[in-house]
Structures are given as C-alpha cells and as structure tokens.
C-alpha cells in the first residue's frame, strides 16, 4: 500500500520552496527539446542542464514544461541551486554570473568554444 502512496507523489517545484533556500551557479543547457505533448506551444520545452562545472564530476539537472523561448541548447545557464541539497536544481535564466571561477571561466570558454564550432 505505502508504494502505491509513495508513487503517487508529484515533484516539486520552485514555487514550493522559499526563494532564500536557493543561491545560483554557473551552467549551460544539454538540451532544450519541445515536450511530447503535441498541443503544447513551441515556446513549452525540457530541460537539461549542467552544472557545478569546476567539479570533475558536474551534476546534471532537468525541468519539465518550462516556458522558455530563450532556452536553446549550449546557451550559458545561471542554475538555483539548494542550500542545503545541491541534488535539488532549478532553471534560472540565460546568462553568465559575474563572479565564476577560473576553473567555470575556462570551462565555459570551452564550452562555448565548441558550441560555435558546431554551427560553422
């Protein structure tokens, strides 16, 4: 019976959580693919996302059903990160945080590096 109860919990969200819970990293967006439901706007995408990039080891993210024209695959990422559970991630918005690392700052050039690669 409890895994019939435990399976039937929703993930949360954001909006579940206070806004100090969280603080912000540096990330960049896997993919960025239109969700399967057929009568969803184009707008309405997944998301995947890396962050912790200075790690050996970065952690990946996802979201579900964001309503984001900007998100396109490669595009920097400033991910919410919880304070007390690094696991529990979040979209942010696109850009680049002010203060990265060296180690995020090589990465990221890196990163981008091969991004323009791709389109050329």
């Known amino acids: 019976m409890s895994f019939g109860l435990s399976s ?9 959580y206070n806004e100090s819970d969280f603080y912000e990293v540096q990330g960049f967006i896997e993919s ?16 995947s996302f890396t962050y912790f990039l200075d790690r050996p080891n970065p952690k990946t993210g996802i979201e579900k059903n964001l309503e984001m024209f900007e998100a396109q695959n490669g595009y920097p990422l400033i ?14 918005r696109v850009g680049i945080l002010e203060n990265l690392n060296k180690e995020e700052k090589e990465f990221l050039e890196e ?7 791709k389109d050329e």
Request: hydrophobic share 30%.
């Open 111 to 117: 990163h981008l590096k091969s991004e323009i690669e």
């Open 32 to 47: 960025a693919s239109p969700t399967s439901d057929p009568f969803d706007l184009p707008i309405v995408k997944d998301i």
């Open 79 to 92: 991910v919410l990160v919880h304070k007390d559970d690094e696991n529990i991630s979040f979209y942010g």
């Open 8 to 16: 039937c919990e929703s993930e949360k969200r954001y909006s579940d």
